[in-house]
């Protein structure tokens, strides 16, 4: 860490204060989703990984068994999954969604009965270059919807970030009619792996939000009448 850099040490801290199951919750996601193959850590095709494994790991010396249970168990996003492996019957955990690591978590096609809205969240930092090019799924396999706003529906357990600046409203059914695909994970996040290029156009946008620090739209670049 760069000590001469205040910004680097008032990360260090906010590292050292951190609440313990925190700490913890941000440890899994980044070794499930991205960090088990590079960590030597024994990942099946459906994602999980041994939790006994997983307590091996310097980074995890600190917490037990009980602590990845609870923390599972309270995670208010459903991130994880526990599960006892069929042949030993040793606890196992996988996350559910937000991989780049190519696993088969379990996905269920979108049916008939389409959510009211699909809502992608952002930062404004990042809308020119949405609103120009469309959204990435960047290193990861699906991008990932929600549908309602947080704190304005019970559905949005997971899919968008509570801090996000910009919500996209996706055109769902112009989407699925030009072949899109759209998936729900198991802790119902709307994902989608997007075109060939892993894109979700601008042409599927209806409306751009700005959140915060006041709520107001954000006119779109991209004129969908061309398209009709």
């Known amino acids: 860490m760069d000590r001469s850099n205040p910004s680097s040490r008032r990360r260090g801290a906010r590292g050292k204060n951190q609440d313990p199951d925190v700490r913890l919750s941000k440890l899994l996601s980044y070794t499930l989703r991205h960090g088990a193959v590079n ?10 990984v041994p939790v006994s494994s997983l307590l091996l790991l310097p980074q995890f010396r600190s917490f037990s068994q009980i602590d ?20 030993e019957g040793a606890l196992e955990i996988r996350a559910n969604q937000g ?34 090019r469309g959204l990435s799924r960047m290193n990861r396999t699906h991008i990932h919807l929600c549908t309602e706003l947080p704190g304005e529906g019970r559905e949005c357990i997971s899919g ?25 994970s198991s802790n119902r996040v709307l994902l989608t792996p997007g075109n060939a290029d892993g894109l979700l156009l601008p ?26």
């Open 203 to 228: 042409k599927y946008f209806l409306q751009a939000l700005q959140l915060r620090p006041q709520r107001q739209v954000i006119p779109l670049e991209y004129s969908r009448s061309k398209d009709f």
């Open 99 to 132: 991989h780049s690591l190519q696993v088969e978590v379990e996905l269920t096609p979108l049916g008939e009965e389409l959510p009211n809205q699909a809502i992608h969240g952002t930062y404004l930092r990042y809308w020119p270059s949405i609103q120009q």
């Open 39 to 48: 960590l030597g850590l024994p990942i099946g095709s459906d994602g999980f």
């Open 160 to 184: 968008m970030r509570r801090d996000c600046e910009v919500a996209i409203f996706i055109d769902l059914p112009r989407a699925l009619e030009d072949g899109l695909l759209f998936f729900w």
């Open 68 to 87: 990845i249970e609870r923390v599972v168990s309270c995670n208010d996003k459903q991130r994880f999954t526990l599960r006892h492996s069929d042949a």
